[in-house]
C-alpha cells in the first residue's frame, strides 16, 4: 500500500539556516503530495501542495517540488527563523487511498536563535 | 471564511468515564474526518464521513468509540468508557469533495487519569 517516510528528528538548525526536511512516498498511482505544519499546542495546518510531478508548491518561505522519479517532495526554506519552529508532517492522497491523507511521522524542527 | 470549529479545546477525565467532542465543518464541506494523534505521531484516522454517511469507520474502535453526523454538518465523536492510552488529541478535518485538500481544527486535546 501507499506509504509516506520522512526524515527523523528533532532537526535543530540556528536562525537563518538552510533548511531541508526529506520526504519520500510510494504510491501505485498518481499521488497529490502535502506538507502540513503543526506549531505547539495547535492543530494541522497546511503548508503547501503538489498535484502533479514536476509541480512546486510554495508558501512562507517554503518550497517543496514533486519528483516523480525519485519519488520525493522535499522540503525546504532558504532562512529559518525561530517562529518556523513546529512539527511538519509530509502526506500523500491518491485514488488507491481512497483519496484519505497517508502520512508521514512527522519531524519536529527546533531553531534556536 | 471561517474555519473548522472544535470544542471542548481541553477535557480531562477519569478513566471509565465518557466524553464527547463536538466538530463543525468549513461550510459546504461535504467531507469531514475524525483524527486521533497521540504525542509523537501523525494523526490516524477514525472515521470518514461524505455527508451523513460512513465512508469508512474500519479504524474506529467500535466497542468505545461511536459518531455521528446527523445532519450532515456538524458532528460529535463519544469515547464511553474512556481509557488511559485513549489520551491524545482529538482532530476534525473537512473537505469540500473527497479527494480535495482537507482542513484541520484546532484539536481537542483529551487527558484521561
Known amino acids: 500500500g501507499d506509504s509516506v517516510t520522512q526524515m527523523e528528528g528533532p532537526v535543530t538548525l540556528s536562525e537563518e539556516a538552510f533548511l531541508t526536511i526529506n520526504c519520500t512516498y510510494t504510491a501505485t498511482g498518481y499521488p497529490s503530495l502535502f506538507w502540513y505544519v503543526q506549531y505547539p499546542g495547535e492543530g494541522l495546518q497546511l503548508l503547501l501542495k503538489a498535484t502533479k510531478a514536476d509541480d512546486k508548491g510554495s508558501n512562507k518561505g517554503f518550497e517543496a517540488t514533486y519528483r516523480k522519479e525519485t519519488t520525493s517532495f522535499h522540503l525546504e526554506k532558504g532562512s529559518v527563523q525561530v517562529s518556523d519552529s513546529a512539527v511538519y508532517f509530509c502526506a500523500l492522497s491518491d485514488r488507491d487511498s481512497n483519496y484519505q491523507l497517508i502520512w508521514g511521522a512527522g519531524t519536529k524542527l527546533i531553531i534556536k536563535p | 471564511e471561517a474555519g473548522v470549529a472544535q470544542s471542548p479545546r481541553y477535557k480531562i477525565i477519569e478513566k471509565r468515564q465518557s466524553v464527547a467532542f463536538w466538530c463543525n465543518p468549513i461550510s459546504g464541506h461535504a467531507t469531514l474526518y475524525w483524527y486521533q494523534q497521540i504525542l509523537g505521531q501523525g494523526p490516524k484516522l477514525l472515521i470518514q464521513?461524505?455527508?451523513?454517511?460512513?465512508?469508512?469507520d474500519s479504524q474506529l474502535p467500535k466497542d468505545r468509540f461511536s459518531a455521528e453526523r446527523l445532519k450532515g454538518v456538524d458532528s460529535t465523536l463519544k469515547i464511553q468508557p474512556a481509557k488511559l492510552e485513549d489520551s491524545a488529541v482529538y482532530l476534525c478535518?473537512?473537505?469540500?469533495?473527497?479527494?480535495?485538500?482537507?482542513?484541520f481544527g484546532p484539536g481537542t486535546r483529551l487527558l484521561v487519569l
Open positions: 478535518a473537512s473537505t469540500p469533495l473527497t479527494g480535495a485538500t482537507q482542513y
Open positions: 464521513f461524505q455527508n451523513n454517511g460512513v465512508v469508512d
